[in-house]
Every structure is written in structure tokens, then in C-alpha cells.
């Protein structure tokens, strides 16, 4: 069984700083790990996947993430928000051997103060 | 360009009361399809996946049912509404090959209240 955690339900920046949500997960095998951004009131939004290769993954709107097999996470970052990425950010993993089954994290509220 | 519509934005129904909850994909053949549910300020839980007409699988009971009626459709529905069923309906679709949970694409959602 796959599980994924997120550290910190809330954090709040200013704009121009930059951004770090922590994410780490539990699972032995072949996994894919993503994130996705939720803005109230609307779906998710896909911002990033990894499965294998460069452990740093480029994003939309500057995001990226940082895989690390040894400390089990999948951390999302960027470097100077703006107050549009105020939105809650989830992480999701879904395992090879658990077929179409994401698993979501509690999910990371941004808020980007001006 | 793929599209997904999700109807109704938002309902207020009362406890004990049927409902039926919709999803359309256009511009995808042979997608897999999903029903996620989501608590106010909460996370995400699959309820329903679909990688074919007519088949639905079932992730978690929560007395709903979904079906497949068409390739491009997706329903959500119930007899009975209990209280419980309060919050944010999510339909997704993924590309439908092998490993395809990987990436999501979300409707806008269902704002469901139950009272």
C-alpha cells in the first residue's frame, strides 16, 4: 500500500519569496510521484510528475520538485511566488501494482501575502 | 484539445432524496475515467474508476454507484442521499494506457449539500 504525507497543512509567504512543500511517501517499488494544485472552489490542476530519470522535474509556472529515493520525498518548490499560487498543493503517488489507484496527500494551503 | 464538463456547478438536495451527478469528456477516445470525492478542507479519495464502457470499478462504499454509459460520459448517483455525502464531487479523466493513473485532468467539480 502506497502512502503519501504532507508536513505542513499551511504556509504563508510573501511575494517574491520562494517556496518549499515538503512531501514524502512509502512504498517499495515503482511509483510515480506528482503534484497538483487545487485554487478554491475548482479542480485540480496537473503541475509535475516524476517516474525516473533526472530526479528534478520542471513544472508550469515555475514550479519544480526534487525526487529523492533515500529520503523517500518529492519535495515542490519555486523560487519567487506570486500571489496567484495561492491555492492549496497536493501530492499524489500512485504505484504500478496498484493499478489506477492516485493517492492523494491532506493537501498544503498556500498563501502568498502582497 | 481535450475537455471536460462536469454538471451540476453546485446542488442542494435534501437527505433521503436521489442524485445524479455527470461527466463528459471530449477530444479523448477510450479514456479512463474517475469519481473522487473531497470533504471541505479535505483531501482527496478515489470513489470510482472506469477503463471502459460498461465497466465500473468501486474503490470505497460510500452508498453511491457510478456508471459508464457511453465512452465519453461518466455518472455519479444515488437513491438516498445521507448527510454524509456533503462536499466536493470530482470527475478526472487519464489517457488510458498502462500506468495511466500518473496523470490526472479534473472537472471543475460538484458542490453537493446535503440537508
Known amino acids: 500500500t502506497q502512502t503519501v504525507s504532507q508536513s505542513d497543512a499551511h504556509v504563508t509567504v510573501f511575494e517574491g519569496d520562494s517556496v518549499e512543500l515538503r512531501c514524502n511517501y512509502s512504498?517499495?517499488?515503482?511509483?510515480?510521484l506528482s503534484w497538483y494544485i487545487q485554487h478554491h472552489g475548482h479542480g485540480l490542476q496537473f503541475l509535475l510528475k516524476?517516474?525516473?530519470?533526472?530526479?528534478v522535474v520542471q513544472g508550469v509556472n515555475g514550479f519544480e520538485a526534487e525526487f529523492s529515493k533515500s529520503d523517500s520525498s518529492f519535495h515542490l518548490r519555486k523560487a519567487s511566488v506570486h500571489w496567484s499560487d495561492s491555492a492549496v498543493y497536493f501530492c499524489?503517488?500512485?504505484?504500478?501494482?496498484?493499478?489506477?489507484?492516485?493517492?492523494f496527500g491532506i493537501g498544503t494551503r498556500v498563501l502568498v501575502r502582497p | 484539445a481535450q475537455t471536460i464538463h462536469q454538471w451540476p456547478v453546485a446542488e442542494i438536495k435534501a437527505v433521503g432524496s436521489p442524485l445524479s451527478l455527470g461527466c463528459t469528456i471530449k477530444?479523448?477516445?477510450?479514456?479512463?475515467l474517475y469519481w473522487y470525492w473531497q470533504a471541505t478542507g479535505g483531501t482527496l479519495q478515489q470513489l470510482f474508476y472506469?477503463?471502459?464502457?460498461?465497466?465500473v470499478e468501486s474503490v470505497v462504499q460510500l452508498n453511491l454507484s457510478a456508471s459508464r454509459p457511453k465512452d465519453d460520459q461518466f455518472i455519479l448517483s444515488t437513491e438516498k442521499l445521507l448527510l454524509s455525502h456533503s462536499g466536493f464531487y470530482l470527475c478526472?479523466?487519464?489517457?488510458?494506457?498502462?500506468?495511466?493513473?500518473?496523470?490526472?485532468?479534473f472537472g471543475s467539480g460538484t458542490r453537493l449539500t446535503v440537508l
Open positions: 478526472a479523466w487519464s489517457p488510458g494506457q498502462a500506468f495511466s493513473a500518473e496523470t490526472l485532468y
Open positions: 512504498y517499495g517499488g515503482s511509483i510515480y
Open positions: 516524476y517516474y525516473s530519470g533526472n530526479p
Open positions: 499524489a503517488v500512485s504505484a504500478s501494482s496498484a493499478g489506477n489507484k492516485l493517492t
Open positions: 477530444g479523448k477516445s477510450s479514456p479512463n
Open positions: 472506469s477503463i471502459t464502457v460498461g465497466q
